[in-house]
């Protein structure tokens, strides 16, 4: 079993559901609170990841970071060498891929916000920092833990994306998922079933460990 | 003092489009802003705290301008220095309630701030809930801790959009007591919104009254509340009986008319209008105004005394709810002494006895 | 969360990194078990660490012209490596056939299709319900498939009965775990464990284009001491004698099956 493999991977989850954090926040709270018109289209273009087949997102992930591509050469202009069959392409491609699973979970948590305990944040004089902080995110934790989570295991378990841009280059874009391809294609079962069986126990211990570390915060809200 | 005009198009659930229209100023001190369900009230004070935009108008108070269409400002409710409690109180439900309290103050020094949040805890009486947190709180522990989080930040202004519903009479009264205590050293513009009549007496100032979208009237509660002119005001007011009725005739020198109510055979001799015989006026008569009578009464000033029988009888709390049909359906209140004393059932023959000016003339509109 | 990736995140990336120089290649998936030996035997003499990946070559024609990092292109045939030192990604100088590579037809033991006997017409059988093939598209073992197939008269009437492996070793696998009774691939993989004792039929030369498998030294390639040092390896005696284990003969024999 490849423990390289292994937390090549985690290291590519944790990674991307962090970054995906910080991105979807801002564009969460625009989703959830803004009146433009337009708004449906906006919201189109954010679950398109989830209806494109993975090998479509990869292909146009591989164009656009390999060395003909707008953002490649971009890259490899500013640091030397290509992005695609990089752990940061891999990074990159994987964000786009599990864009919606971070956006979707925190819009429609800030949606079912209470609209008046946020005007009654503003009443008393706080910033829209400072509502947001201090009381949208805490009233919206189910959302923000559930788009974490559901980035974290998404990306995980992602192969086609990965295999296009990542090259399948050992110990930079071998991720677990595609490790156990190429054991099987080696005609050896046993180590693909080790390691697949290993991938099963680590994600189910890790949503254990983040639904379990959550009960305390959801269960009032149960009643609302 | 805060000058308000406004103008906006808004929607009620269910209902059509309405425009609100207002021009007032409200002075310091407590305004009650009086109307039935669907009238603008919330939205309203949504202008006047800057969570929503008029579509045009002025919001002034005293020498600021909080909002002008045609000069292009609009002051974010953060810099408004209002304080609002919501209908639905919007605690928030992760802080305790000295974290409630307390966010208001954020600009200020932690020293300062514990000496403010102290002090507000006494004058609501609730320091021992200074570490719960909302969905541990009664009914009207919330709305001690909604209005001190509000007043704390010594507004300039104070919205209060039914802050008292669901509360019994007793806690309504003490918590009213604390506002007003509050409110006595600090002459602001307090504007409270509210569909009860019980709590309109109990503040007794200014009364708004507003009836889709538009200030109908205004003036002391008595004036406004218990001779209603216009019929919505009627039925704002908590007149349960409402007719139309046809004026047959006049009579000066007994100083009434005689009227048949909505077209019925009963008649009611009510006070003298100028309206004249053939054309129907609008008769609205408070439940709690007729007397109900198991013998045919003698000797009585009432003008007005019409045998019936007693189709429902539904006790609620300390009245009763009579429906009593004498030619068209009347709703009696009684007290349920009376109820026992009298001995009514469904089915109960009685006399209803109405004074003429029980039944106020109001204009139809 | 965030906590908490960002710990793991710190720790992982604390990884101690290779010191060795890593020679990375791209090798056909028919030397799935032929490169292994390779690889093994090449790192005991030397200090360079090898790491290979599979696929098909098409595959990798693909992605080393878009920068793929490999060091070496070993393809399963002579047209990608040729394409590749056209488009000016790979050093002609260094293209060399390294082995010839041989169709057969593979069924797994106790599938009683007497494959040694019936040869080809063992395909018109009813028991060969799904026969595997390696996508022709992308995989040079796939395109010998198609033309012998074509060269028997047999294409037409079994193509409807034809499944794709994404490679060759895609393929075997395919037959090897019974999800195709029958299939064509490369002699090579014959030779792994879990595929002794199965049935096999070479087939004869003429029926397709020998398989000519070049191999070829990447430009963008920063080891390209070692990559050519490797090569050598392979295409020398120590190399080529443990090719012809696999049944990967050397080129001088082609002609010759």
């Given at each position: 079993m490849s423990v390289e493999a292994l937390l090549l991977s985690l290291r590519l989850a944790c990674t991307v559901a962090a970054l995906l954090l910080l991105l979807a926040l801002p564009l969460a709270y625009w989703l959830a609170f803004?009146?433009?018109?337009?708004?449906f289209l906006a919201e189109a273009l954010v679950a398109l990841p989830l209806v494109l087949p993975p090998t479509v997102l990869g292909f146009y992930a591989l164009v656009a970071l390999g060395p003909r591509g707008v953002l490649g050469k971009l890259w490899e202009g500013l640091?030397?060498?290509?992005?695609?069959?990089t752990f940061t392409g891999l990074v990159l491609a994987s964000m786009l891929y599990s864009f919606p699973f971070a956006v979707q979970p925190l819009v429609n948590s800030f949606e079912s916000l209470d609209r008046r305990v946020l005007d009654a944040s503003s009443m008393l004089g706080a910033s829209r920092m400072r509502s947001f902080f201090r009381i949208i995110v805490p009233l919206a934790w189910p959302g923000v833990v559930t788009g974490v989570v559901l980035s974290f295991a998404h990306t995980l378990g992602e192969f086609g994306v990965v295999l296009m841009v990542g090259?399948?280059?050992?110990?930079?874009?071998?991720t677990v998922s595609i490790d156990i391809y190429d054991r099987v294609q080696a005609l050896d079962y046993v180590g693909a079933n080790q390691t697949a069986l290993f991938l099963l126990v680590v994600s189910f211990a890790v949503l254990s460990v983040v639904y379990g570390v959550n009960r305390r915060v959801w269960s009032p809200w149960s009643g609302r | 003092m805060l000058f308000v005009e406004i103008e906006k198009q808004f929607r009620t659930a269910g209902a059509a489009a309405f425009q609100l229209h207002i021009q007032e100023e409200f002075p310091p001190g407590f305004t009650v802003i009086f109307g039935?369900?669907?009238?603008g009230k919330s939205t309203l004070l949504d202008c006047i705290a800057g969570l929503i935009s008029p579509d045009k108008g002025k919001v002034r108070l005293r020498e600021k301008v909080l909002y002008d269409r045609d000069q292009n400002i609009c002051v974010a409710p953060q810099h408004r220095g209002i304080g609002y409690v919501f209908q639905s109180l919007a605690?928030?439900?992760?802080?305790s309630v000295e974290g409630n309290i307390a966010f208001?103050?954020?600009?200020?020094q932690p020293a300062e701030r514990s000496e403010r949040v102290q002090r507000i805890l006494e004058t609501f009486h609730?320091?021992?809930?200074?570490?719960?947190?909302p969905p541990d709180l009664s009914g009207g522990e919330k709305q001690r801790v909604a209005l001190a989080r509000s007043v704390i930040t010594e507004p300039a202004v104070l919205l209060l959009d039914?802050?008292?519903?669901?509360?019994d009479q007793g806690l309504r009264r003490a918590i009213l007591e604390d506002l007003r205590n509050w409110s006595a050293e600090r002459p602001i513009p307090i504007l409270y919104v509210t569909h009860n009549r019980e709590e309109v007496d109990a503040i007794g100032h200014r009364v708004v009254v507003l009836v889709d979208g538009r200030i109908r009237e205004k003036g002391l509660p008595r004036q406004v509340?218990?001779?209603?002119?216009?019929l919505a005001l009627a039925q704002a007011a908590g007149f349960e009986n409402l007719f139309a009725a046809r004026v047959i005739e006049h009579r000066p020198a007994d100083g009434v008319m005689r009227v048949s109510v909505d077209g019925s055979h009963c008649e009611l001799e009510v006070p003298l209008g100028t309206v004249h015989p053939g054309e129907t006026i609008q008769l609205a008569i408070r439940a709690g105004d007729i007397l109900i009578a198991t013998q045919l009464p003698?000797?009585?000033?009432?003008?007005n005394v019409l045998p019936g029988t007693v189709q429902t009888i539904e006790t609620r709390g300390t009245m009763v709810h009579l429906e009593v049909h004498a030619g068209v359906r009347f709703i009696v209140h009684v007290t349920p002494g009376a109820l026992r004393s009298l001995d009514l059932v469904a089915g109960s023959v009685v006399w209803l006895v109405l004074k003429t000016h029980s039944c106020h003339v109001v204009a139809a509109d | 969360m965030k906590r908490i990736a960002q710990l793991l995140l710190v720790s992982l990336l604390a990884l101690p990194c290779a010191h060795a120089q890593t020679l990375r290649i791209a090798a056909?998936?028919?030397?799935?078990f032929a490169m292994q030996d390779l690889a093994s035997q090449y790192e005991k003499q030397s200090s360079t660490k090898i790491a290979v990946t599979y696929g098909s070559s098409g595959n990798f024609r693909a992605q080393i012209e878009n920068g793929?990092?490999?060091?070496?292109f070993f393809s399963a045939d002579s047209l990608y490596p040729q394409q590749l030192v056209t488009a000016g990604?790979?050093?002609?100088?260094?293209?060399?056939?390294y082995a010839q590579g041989h169709l057969v037809l593979w069924a797994p033991p106790?599938?009683?299709?007497h494959l040694a006997q019936r040869g080809f017409e063992?395909?018109?059988?009813?028991?060969?319900?799904k026969i595997a093939i390696a996508n022709p598209e992308h995989a040079p073992y796939g395109r010998a498939a198609v033309a012998a197939l074509q060269k028997a008269a047999l294409y037409d009437a079994v193509k409807s009965k034809l499944v794709l492996g994404e490679n060759i070793s895609q393929t075997a696998q395919f037959v090897q775990s019974g999800s195709a009774q029958i299939g064509l691939i490369a002699?090579?993989?014959?030779?792994a464990e879990s595929m002794k004792g199965g049935e096999l039929w070479e087939i004869p030369?003429?029926?397709?284009?020998?398989?000519?498998q070049q191999a070829v030294v990447i430009k963008?390639?920063?080891n390209k001491t070692a990559a050519k040092d490797f090569l050598e390896f392979v295409t020398g005696p120590t190399g080529r004698n443990i090719l012809s284990r696999y049944g990967l003969t050397p080129p001088e024999s082609a002609g010759k099956s």
């Open positions: 803004t009146a433009w018109r337009g708004k640091f030397g060498h290509p992005l695609a069959f090259g399948n280059l050992e110990g930079i874009t071998r | 039935p369900s669907g009238a605690l928030f439900p992760h802080l208001g103050l954020a600009k200020f609730i320091e021992r809930l200074r570490q719960r947190k039914e802050p008292l519903t669901g509360l509340l218990d001779a209603p002119r216009a003698y000797g009585l000033s009432a003008r | 056909a998936s028919d030397l799935q793929a990092p490999f060091d070496l990604v790979a050093d002609g100088q260094s293209l060399v056939i106790a599938s009683n299709l063992v395909l018109k059988d009813p028991g060969a319900i002699l090579s993989l014959t030779f030369a003429g029926y397709y284009p020998p398989i000519l963008a390639s920063a």
